[in-house]
């Protein structure tokens, strides 16, 4: 069951457009994403879903709600984390979950939350000495705070370190283990290929892909890639008739082989025949970067704002 519905998005500021026809729903109980460089539209959208902005056309449904005139209702029905996400550097972090808890009519007991999400022994500690980790956590429990059916969580782990980062993403598959039905913004692959069960893929306002990750990426080209540094001799011709085999092509003092299905295989097999030892021996994936690149013709970076 489709909690959010979005047909024909539009928004602009004066003469630019920053979406034009974005459509996408969020079934029940996944991790939808939405994955694009930074100024593709991924927070404005969201925002609008949200209803924090207005949308100049289009329609938008969250939990059968229109966000701008049934706003107040939503309200008590989905948790944000914000893009930017600040609190008073004195404030407690028991003080803050207790702040955001009155907002609601039947809020989660905050000092469950406190426990659930590692920060019991946090309770008297001021928001500005938080690490970048605990913060995240914070937030997290912030917008969790109303016992929503929907979070909204916007570039959560912009600034962590790889470990916090990957701490983070164990918290947000709690999340949704929980029962809570999560759209995650990012401009991190590796994240959106960890955390989704699908996502939209934006560029320059538009979603120009939306499905799972994997399909994403195995759409791109059916070739995988071989890579080693021969330590004995190697006739190319050794590997171009071997099934699987697309090509074989040279780099510096190492071996690309291009191929299908288990062309590894055969190909280490032939290698093991002709006595030929190898070192730094790697098979190279496809990423969803390389999905963007095939989609939009361009690398995946931050140009616009």
């Known amino acids: 069951m489709a909690v959010i519905e979005v047909a024909d998005l539009s928004k602009r500021y004066g003469k630019l ?26 927070t404005t959208t969201v925002e609008c879903v949200e209803g924090l902005r207005r949308p100049d056309g289009g329609s938008i449904r969250v939990l059968g709600l229109d ?67 605990q913060k995240q956590r914070l937030f997290i429990a912030l917008a969790l705070v109303g016992d929503p059916k929907v979070a909204f969580l916007d570039e959560l782990t912009t600034g ?22 999560v759209v995650l913004v990012s401009h991190y692959m590796d994240e959106v290929e960890e955390l989704c069960d699908r996502v939209a ?37 050794v590997l171009t008739g071997v099934p699987g085999v697309v090509s074989v092509t040279r780099s510096g003092d190492q071996v690309v082989v291009a191929g299908r299905g288990d062309f ?8 093991a025949r002709e006595r030929i030892p190898v070192a730094e021996l790697r098979i190279e994936r496809h990423t969803l970067e390389d999905a963007f690149v095939a989609l939009t013709g361009r690398t995946f970076d931050s140009e616009e704002s």
């Open 201 to 237: 893929v934006f560029d320059r306002g538009r979603i120009v892909a939306l499905d799972t990750p994997s399909n994403l990426v195995s759409a791109v080209d059916a070739d995988q890639h071989l890579r080693f540094r021969p330590l004995a001799p190697l006739d190319d011709a």
């Open 67 to 133: 966000p701008v005139r049934g706003g107040r209702e939503l309200s008590h029905q989905v948790g944000v984390q914000l893009q930017q996400s600040l609190l008073p550097e004195n404030l407690k972090v028991w003080e803050a979950l207790d702040l955001y808890a009155s907002f609601y009519d039947s809020p989660k007991d905050w000092r469950e939350l406190l426990e659930e999400w590692g920060l019991a022994d946090k309770r008297n500690v001021r928001f500005g000495t938080l690490s970048g980790g």
């Open 160 to 181: 962590l370190d790889p470990a916090a980062r990957r701490a983070t993403w164990e918290l947000i598959k709690q999340v949704r283990a929980a029962g809570v039905t």
């Open 17 to 42: 457009h920053v979406l034009n026809g974005v459509s996408f729903s969020v079934e029940q109980g996944e991790i939808f994403g939405i994955l694009g460089p930074n100024g593709a539209g991924k």
């Open 264 to 271: 590894a295989g055969a190909v280490t097999s032939a290698l």
